[in-house]
Every structure is written in structure tokens, then in C-alpha cells.
């Protein structure tokens, strides 16, 4: 079989999921590289295989482990491989797969402990990462409220490095409808602030229960009159002459701090 080129019909249609419209139409998005391809076909949501033949050689245990799943496997050209794929060097391995959000009473659940809400997040680097820490930290799901960009997007996937596969995301352009339901399931929500009124040090008894991380977005932060909504305010010390930490890490140390105070009051005791 030879391998497909950039103009063959398929190879034409997987592009068009580059476009957060056509993804939405499709119920599909990309997965590229070998860490979102091992994740997709883990969480049997990949359809399709592109592969080019260099990548084939590389990943082999991909590739079979993808015909035993009955995931098509389709060959393409170097060409084809970088128009399915948004980096300067291309992996050569980008596999179709059904869309991962879910609706927000879904990925809160009937318990939920831990959940990271970042609110109006546009960088799509971003974006994967505190889904990625969400996952790394046994947080229950992430929650992308507001006017937030599209898990989705190549470079969240990419940065996610697969967590986008492992844990609910929901979508929720309405931040009432979030804090709402996020109250409805008795989670105690807090806000990330310089100026706030707990020090993340002093904060274990408000961490040791449900708890949501709101955090804002990475230009302008979290808008004021959302985080007095929130029932705390929290401020992450700092201790060196660094004026302010970014969304990835502060929301890093603030999943880490919960994941840590909820664990160890998980413990039994001896």
C-alpha cells in the first residue's frame, strides 16, 4: 500500500480537525507524538493511525499494539505527516480520536475531592499543563471555565502529554453555572489572589476538604469580583524577590498542596 499523501481524501479530511470548528462538527480531534498515541489507544479512543515510515521503525510497538486494538493504521508520506501535525518537526505519528470533554455534571460526579478550574485561560500550552498537574495530582477532573481555549488545541494535547486522555475536562462558558454547581456539590471553592486573606501555608484545614482551585487567566489573573465570590481568597508566599508566579505554577503548588493534606488525612493511623 502506498502511503497516503497530503491531498489524499482522508489524510484532506484529518487536517481539517487542525480548526477547533471542524473538531467541534467532526466529534474528532488530532493526537500527535508518541505519549498522546500511547494514551489514545490506552483509553480506546483513537480511530485512525497516520504514521509515516520512519516513525513505523521508531514506534513499532505503537503501530502493532494499534492493529491488535483494530485502530486503522494508515501510512503517509513525510509531506502528509506535517500537514496533519502543528510543530517544526513532526513525529510522524498523529492518531484521529473522538473528543475527550464531557459535560460538566459528568466530570464533577458524585463526590468529587479535588478539581482545578482555570477560568478564561487562552494559552493552549497552559491549558495542558494544569491538566496535566490535575492528572499527575489525582485531582478528579479539570473544569475550563469561562471563555477558555479548546483542550483540544495541538499544543494542549501536546503538553498534557496525554492527561487530556486520563481525566474528565468539561467546557463551561458560563462561570455562574460552574460556581453554582460547584456549591450544589458542596466543594469548597478557592481562589488564587496575591492579596488574599489565607497564606497556601496556613491553608491544611480548608485544603483537607472538597476543594476547587479557581485560577485565572495568565495577563490579567483572576477578575476580583470572581475570586470574592469564591469562599476563600489564598495567597502563595513568596519568598525570594520574584514579583508573581505564572498560572502553570501556582496552580502546580496549589493542586500539590491539596493533593498532599487530602492524602495524608486519607491515611489510616496507627
Not at 147 to 155: A, C, E, F, L, T
Not at 170 to 186: H, N, P, T
Not at 201 to 227: I, S
Request: aromatic share 2%; hydrophobic share 45%; glycine share 8%.
Amino acid at each position: 500500500m502506498d502511503p497516503f499523501t497530503e491531498r489524499t481524501p482522508r489524510v484532506v479530511s484529518a487536517v481539517k480537525l487542525l480548526r477547533g470548528a471542524d473538531r467541534r462538527k467532526a466529534g474528532r480531534f488530532l493526537a500527535e507524538g508518541a505519549n498522546s498515541v500511547t494514551a489514545a489507544l490506552d483509553t480506546g479512543r483513537a480511530e485512525e493511525l497516520f504514521v509515516t515510515t520512519d516513525a513505523a521503525v521508531r514506534h513499532s510497538d505503537l503501530v502493532e499494539r494499534a492493529l491488535a486494538l483494530g485502530v486503522r493504521v494508515s501510512p503517509v508520506t513525510d509531506r502528509a505527516a506535517k500537514a496533519l501535525g502543528d510543530t517544526v518537526t513532526p513525529p510522524g505519528l498523529v492518531a484521529v480520536c473522538r473528543l475527550v470533554d464531557v459535560p460538566l455534571a459528568q466530570a464533577l460526579g458524585e463526590s468529587p475531592r479535588l478539581l482545578a478550574v482555570p477560568v478564561a485561560i487562552s494559552d493552549p500550552g497552559n491549558a495542558g499543563t494544569v491538566i496535566r498537574v490535575a492528572d499527575a495530582v489525582g485531582a478528579d477532573a479539570a473544569v475550563l471555565a469561562g471563555d477558555s481555549v479548546d483542550p483540544h488545541n495541538g499544543k494542549a494535547v501536546r503538553s498534557s502529554a496525554g492527561s487530556v486522555f486520563h481525566l474528565p475536562i468539561a467546557r463551561e462558558r458560563d462561570v455562574d453555572v460552574v460556581l453554582g454547581s460547584l456549591a450544589d456539590a458542596g466543594v469548597r471553592v478557592l481562589a488564587t489572589a496575591a492579596d488574599g486573606e489565607v497564606e497556601l501555608d496556613e491553608a491544611d484545614d480548608l485544603l483537607a476538604g472538597p476543594t476547587a482551585w479557581l485560577f485565572g487567566n495568565e495577563a490579567h489573573g483572576l477578575d476580583p469580583e470572581l475570586a470574592a465570590r469564591a469562599d476563600h481568597r489564598v495567597r502563595i508566599p513568596i519568598h525570594g524577590r520574584a514579583e508573581s508566579l505564572n498560572l502553570a505554577t501556582a496552580a502546580a503548588i496549589c493542586l500539590y498542596s491539596s493533593a498532599r493534606v487530602q492524602h495524608s488525612a486519607s491515611r489510616p493511623t496507627t
